[in-house]
Every structure is written in C-alpha cells, then in structure tokens.
C-alpha cells in the first residue's frame, strides 16, 4: 500500500528502478491550453548541476548516465485521461557517484504571457512507483492553493549515509525555468 505523504515528509525509498510520476489538471476556460513541463534537476554535493545533460526535460530526455529518462511532453495537459501526465523513469544503480540529489520541478510555460498559475491547476501529485511491481510506493498530492506561484519543486529524491530517500517538498516558486538554472548551474550557457 501506498504512503500518502505531507508536504516535508521523507522516506526511504528502498528501490533501484522506479517511475516518478507527476499529474495534475487545468481548469476549464481559461483561454490557452496549459502546458505544465517537468524537469530532473539533478546536482551534486555542492548543489550544483555537474554539467549540461544533467538538466533532463523533453528537450533532453536522458542523463548522461542513463540514470534519469523523461518519457515525453504532454503540451496540454489533457492526454492523461486522469492518469500521469509527465514521468521520469529512474535506475539508481546507473547514477554517477557525482550525483547525490534529483529535483522534481513542474513549470507552467509561457505562464506570465498566458496570464496563468498553479492557483488554476488542481489534483497535482507526484508519485513513486515500483518498476518491478508497477505499485505506488508513495504519494504526495499538492492539495495546497498556490494562487501565484508558476513553479513547484515537488519533491526530490536524494542520498544520505547511501541509501535514497525521497521528500515531498511542495515548494512554489513565481518563476520560470530560468530561475532554476541560474540556482542550481555554474555559470554555463544552457543551449
């Protein structure tokens, strides 16, 4: 059975391969599809991406050591028939020894343009489930009104004493993607 987590939560995940799925659903009328994307950031111990192709989106979909792979784009947020609308797929026996952390990100593209935010999205969640018997391990639903914000770290798996755990961060941002990779890049030209 599932754990159902609150936001700050962690737990040990205890797999090697898993799915992270991410799901949500946009209000009707508001004039534009709604193209939520989902981003791996994935950094070292100094919080810091190790280099370019470990920024993994539908534009780069696989890390560079076949660890993360992003399985697609869902522009508008209605191919899900109520399922996931975005998925990671994750084998932590093929992460480099560089990386110690992965950062679910979900941004809302050309929000500001299309005059849009999370406040206008329900049903969000991020969910782990287990390859290997296509159960969920745990589940974190947003639940919470961020009216204004047009990012959301949803959670992040990362290493301590080498075992992963996973957290439900639920942090919301009013930024765009560029406000991640000035945090979390050293300086290099994004292509």
Request: aromatic share 10%.
């Amino acid at each position: 059975m599932a754990i159902n987590l609150q936001k700050g939560q962690k737990v040990d995940i205890g797999l090697t391969k898993m799915t992270v799925g991410l799901g949500w659903t946009p209000n009707e009328g508001t004039g534009h599809d709604f193209d939520l994307d989902v981003s791996a950031i994935i950094i070292d111990a100094n919080r810091l991406v190790p280099q370019d192709e470990y920024f993994v989106f539908y534009n780069n979909p696989d890390s560079p050591d076949g660890a993360v792979h992003h399985t697609g784009d869902d522009p508008s947020g209605g191919n899900s028939a109520g399922g996931d609308d975005e998925s990671l797929i994750i084998d932590l026996a093929k992460i480099a020894p560089v990386v110690q952390e992965i950062l679910f990100i979900v941004t809302i593209h050309d929000a500001n343009n299309r005059k849009q935010n999370f406040g206008q999205v329900r049903d969000s969640y991020i969910r782990i489930i287990d390859d290997a018997t296509g159960e969920d391990v745990c589940k974190y639903e947003l639940g919470e009104d961020f009216s204004i914000e047009t990012a959301i770290e949803f959670g992040r798996l990362y290493k301590r004493d080498n075992k992963w755990k996973f957290e439900a961060s639920g942090l919301g941002y009013k930024e765009d993607l560029a406000f991640f990779l000035g945090k979390y890049f050293k300086g290099q030209i994004i292509k």
